[in-house]
Nanobody, 121 residues
Framework: QVQLVESGGGLVQAGDSLTLSCAAS????????VGWFRQAPGKERGFVAA????????VYAGSVKGRFTISRDNAKNTVYLQMNNLKPEDTAVYYC??????????????WGQGTQVTVSS
């Protein structure tokens, strides 16, 4: 089992940048793919980005591709989401999740509690 804690959220203006962190504890972090998801008020939680066990493969939602970058530091048991050129529609609670299956499998077993990102216009 792995425990996940997100941090780095906050209030920013449109066009700003923000980096979220997902710190993992528990079983070997390198056994898990990690994904970022977000949920805006009144909307379902949606996929943002994912990274494979050793960081060699990444996947992005179309709405963030070219603006967001996911990366991981397995020595620090941490995954990052660098968000550039933020837009008001990026406002949401951001969650990280982990799972032992392929990056192309959309299921995740372990979830963090989320961190709020608010982008003002």
């Amino acid at each position: 089992q792995v425990q996940l804690v997100e941090s780095g959220g906050g209030l920013v203006q449109a066009g700003d940048s923000l980096t979220l962190s997902c710190a993992a504890s528990g079983r070997s972090f390198t056994n898990y793919k990690v994904g970022w998801f977000r949920q805006a008020p009144g909307k379902e939680r949606g996929f943002v980005a994912a990274i494979s066990l050793r960081g060699t493969n990444t996947v992005y939602a179309g709405s963030v591709k070219g603006r967001f970058t996911i990366s991981r530091d397995n020595a620090k048991n941490t995954v990052y989401l660098q968000m550039n050129n933020l837009k008001p529609e990026d406002t949401a609670v951001y969650y990280c999740a982990a799972d032992g299956r392929s990056i192309y499998n959309t299921e995740y077993n372990y979830w963090g509690q989320g961190t709020q990102v608010t982008v003002s216009s």
